[in-house]
């Protein structure tokens, strides 16, 4: 077939949606699959969404997503926002992820999106699987992960970050994870943040927290203006006087939630749980704790809370050699294969 399609000489855009509409999207075309070696995973599928402009997800959801599966035993897959023209990987493209029916056999979704606006067949998947009660992960930018401004007649505008639809005021983002965009508590690009784990939490031995001592993340506090009284706060950020790990606590600056936990549930479907972290930058990802944060956060919301242990393996597969965040700093050109 392939050589039949490269004597027609398709343009790739065309190729891109025959591929989509004929159900032959394949691994590193336009999603990136792992399959599961041994581990407490053995069994389940994860699929992380990457879908940022900033955070540079599309690089730290692979190398999670490789730690899953080789470490830990997890099917994993990854879905990443591309430009339907090129067949690139373009993270400010906000109206395309293909891949999200992978969701209907997820176990766990990983989500850092931010203000995208999908189409309502793609966005369907994510609904679906909220509606089975399965658990998410939400990081960063996914308090703020949808933002519709031009399909605003679309079932899912309710999603909007800054939303007032009875029931979903501030959007996805206040429904599912707790919390919707409100500020950076820090200085952009100038404070880093300090971790400091909540001691009630890590004294009762909560099992997300095991082995999790410190986490320095270069990406700012983000401010919380209020949870739930249904959240857990598990961890909260200290604002740091410059970007790198050594650089001193701002004691003057008061403290926010930056990880937690939470019930959800959509209309008419069942109860499910959600992780959530403000952090999650791919230069934050170079925390063994951070990444060590997110292992034991997902296996704790697939009910093996006795898998956690303190010396658990989150050492990269590979190379990990992350971007510095910010806007249109995206390696260009990339297409999904070269992040395998």
Not at 187 to 214: F, S, T, W, Y
Not at 246 to 258: F, N, Q, R, Y
């Amino acid at each position: 077939m392939n050589s039949f399609l490269s004597r027609l000489r398709i343009p790739f855009f065309l190729l891109f949606y025959f591929l989509i509409s004929e159900g032959l999207a394949q691994n590193g075309v336009t999603f990136l699959q792992f399959e599961g070696k041994e581990g407490p995973g053995k069994g389940k599928h994860i699929v992380l969404v990457a879908g940022d402009d900033e955070y540079r997800s599309e690089e730290s959801m692979p190398m999670l997503a490789k730690i899953l599966s080789e470490r830990h035993g997890f099917k994993t897959t990854v879905l990443l926002p591309i430009h339907p023209e090129t067949g690139e990987v373009v993270p400010n493209y906000q109206n395309n992820i293909p891949g999200l029916e992978h969701l209907e056999t997820a176990d766990l979704m990983i989500m850092l999106i931010r203000f995208r606006e999908l189409p309502d067949e793609q966005t369907q998947y994510i609904e679906n699987f909220l509606k089975a009660g399965k658990p998410i992960i939400g990081l960063r930018t996914s308090t703020h992960a949808f933002a519709y401004q031009k399909n605003k007649e679309s079932r899912f505008a309710k999603w909007t970050w800054n939303g007032k639809e009875a029931g979903w005021e501030k959007g996805f983002g206040k429904r599912i994870f707790g919390e919707t965009w409100v500020n950076h508590h820090g200085v952009h690009a100038k404070e880093g943040c300090r971790a400091l784990i909540d001691g009630v939490q890590q004294m009762n031995d909560h099992p997300v927290l095991r082995g999790v001592k410190d986490i320095w993340v270069p990406e700012d506090v983000y401010g919380i203006q209020g949870l739930p009284k249904s959240a857990t706060v598990l961890i909260h950020g200290q604002s740091t006087a410059g970007m790198d790990d050594k650089a001193p606590l701002i004691w003057e600056k008061s403290v926010m939630p930056i990880a937690w936990t939470k019930p959800y549930q959509l209309e008419g479907g069942k109860e499910g749980m959600a992780f959530s972290s403000t952090m999650g930058s791919s230069m934050g990802f170079q925390s063994a704790d951070l990444r060590r944060l997110i292992v034991n956060a997902s296996l704790w919301l697939l009910e093996m809370p006795e898998t956690i242990t303190p010396d658990l393996n989150v050492d990269y597969v590979g190379a990990y050699q992350p971007t510095m965040f910010g806007f249109d700093t995206f390696r260009k050109g990339m297409k999904v294969a070269d992040f395998k």
